[in-house]
């Protein structure tokens, strides 16, 4: 059996890897000339650990390659995941113009029986939409099957996720591609979960509003432990220690960002609006989200009263640590209200500084991003901690409060214990504690 993997952004590349490694042939084919030039050299156009070693692994093995040719992949393969991606349109609306595009090909170049997975977040019944358009387009009386196989990936924990899944999540509408996909992920049979399509497509958009929902929620609970002597850590350890709610995101902070959770969200609002049926529940999970950035800034306003020439350091840039992605993370808007109000910012995080510079670049002494930690915190006025990465843990406390000009830190993520930071003299402002 030949697997193609259509689309090798985040979700296919992992995707495309890890199939590989668990002993299928792959092909991986993608728009981008530079990604797939790239990958065929065993170079990973992301940063994910562990999978750019099992990149190279499978290349060398023989049994994963990559190509510029979207039709031949096509033509060559049994099953194919689609792994395009689905942007956010202004209404909040996934955009499908290219899981429409990639279906219009299959169809063109339906030469065999095929099994075509959607893979990418999509919204309920876009595995009907596909199995039309290419039903629609197709020349002869190639057969195929949709199945929807979503994915559960986190970004910087991809690969053992992949490898270690606590659900294989598989909607087929018939038994030959139920067989095609159980014998695909046979090494997970343990895991596995056969649905129909809609109801796999469902248990996606499910899944990660609801995990949406618990980060809003235990936020919601953090501005109230601010307005009294509770402790939002110890508030959540006691909610996560009844196993029907369990301790996991349940992390007070910032608020959640990257490329799934707020688009997802809004994604599930726009079906609820399109199917009729009025979901509140998530625009308040959303309004809950979008709210803290700014009381995270009122309280750096409160630290600092005038932002105005105050030298501010700024810990984490990417939307949470192990990952070089800033898509929606809380350190962009951040940074604009701090710039709009006239700070001198000095921005370090260990891997997303690339990503960063592309969209607010380097402009000293207004903005300067700098080697270390150390460095950034050289005469700050305060330091925010907006990513929790380990580095920062273990930062150096004594030696960054005798680098800066006032030790106050305003701490977005909780990483430090307050009576430890108190007693080392600095000023100490964080979420949901005292
Ligand atoms: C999320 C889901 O966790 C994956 O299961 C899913 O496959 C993926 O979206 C997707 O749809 O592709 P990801 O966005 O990579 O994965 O990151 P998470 O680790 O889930 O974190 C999302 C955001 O929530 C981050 O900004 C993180 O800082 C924040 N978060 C997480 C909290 O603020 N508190 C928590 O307790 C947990």
Redesign the pocket.
């Known amino acids: 059996m030949k697997i193609g993997v259509i689309g090798t952004g985040y979700?296919g590349m992992v995707t495309a890897v890890c199939l590989a490694d668990l002993g299928h042939d792959v092909i991986g084919t993608d728009i981008d000339k530079e990604k797939i030039d790239k990958a065929s050299q065993g170079i990973c156009h992301i940063y994910e650990p562990g999978l750019e070693p099992l990149l190279q692994k499978n290349l060398e093995k023989g049994n994963l390659s990559f190509s510029h040719d979207l039709e031949e992949t096509i033509r060559a393969s049994d099953v194919l995941f689609v792994c395009v991606n689905t942007p956010q349109r202004e209404d909040g609306s996934a955009d499908m113009c290219y899981v429409e595009s990639t279906s219009r090909s299959i169809a063109e170049n339906l030469n065999k029986y095929k099994v075509v997975v959607e893979k990418s977040?999509v919204p309920v019944k876009t595995s009907m939409w596909i199995k039309r358009t290419i039903s629609l387009y197709k020349k002869g009386g190639g057969e195929f099957d949709v199945a929807s196989n979503p994915?559960?990936?986190?970004?910087?924990t991809a690969v053992a996720d992949f490898m270690h899944p606590d659900r294989v999540i598989i909607g087929v509408e018939t038994k030959r591609a139920e067989d095609v996909l159980v014998k695909i992920y046979d090494t997970f049979k343990d895991k596995i979960l056969v649905t129909n399509i809609d109801t796999a497509e469902l248990i996606?958009h499910a899944?990660?509003s609801f995990?949406a929902l618990?980060?809003s929620y235990?936020n919601l609970m953090a501005e109230l432990c601010e307005k009294t002597d509770a402790d939002v850590e110890l508030v959540a350890k006691g909610m996560g220690l009844d196993e029907r709610i369990g301790e996991?995101?349940?992390?007070a902070?910032?608020?959640?960002?990257?490329?799934?959770?707020p688009k997802?969200v809004r994604a599930l609002i726009k079906i609820g609006e399109d199917l009729g049926v009025d979901l509140a529940l998530l625009k308040e999970v959303d309004r809950i989200n979008t709210s803290r950035i700014q009381s995270y800034i009122a309280k750096v306003k409160k630290a600092l009263w005038i932002i105005k020439d105050k030298k501010v350091a700024v810990l984490g840039l990417a939307?949470?640590p192990e990952t070089d992605d800033i898509r929606n993370a809380p350190s962009i808007a951040l940074i604009e209200e701090l710039q709009n109000e006239g700070a001198f910012l000095r921005l370090y995080d260990p891997e997303a500084m690339d990503n960063m510079r592309s969209i607010t670049p380097e402009d000293p002494p207004k903005i300067v991003y700098t080697e270390n930690p150390y460095d950034a915190v050289k005469d700050a006025n305060a330091v925010l901690i907006v990513t929790e990465w380990e580095e920062f843990r273990f930062i150096d406390l004594p030696k960054v409060k005798d680098l800066m000009a006032n030790p106050i830190i305003i701490d977005g993520r909780n990483v430090f214990d307050p009576e430890e930071v108190r007693n080392l003299g600095f000023e100490y402002y964080s979420v949901g504690r005292q």
Do not use: H, M, P
């Open positions: 979700v977040t994915e559960f990936l986190r970004e910087g996606k899944s990660n995990l618990k980060i235990i996991r995101f349940l992390r902070g910032l608020g959640y960002g990257g490329s799934c959770f997802d939307f949470k």
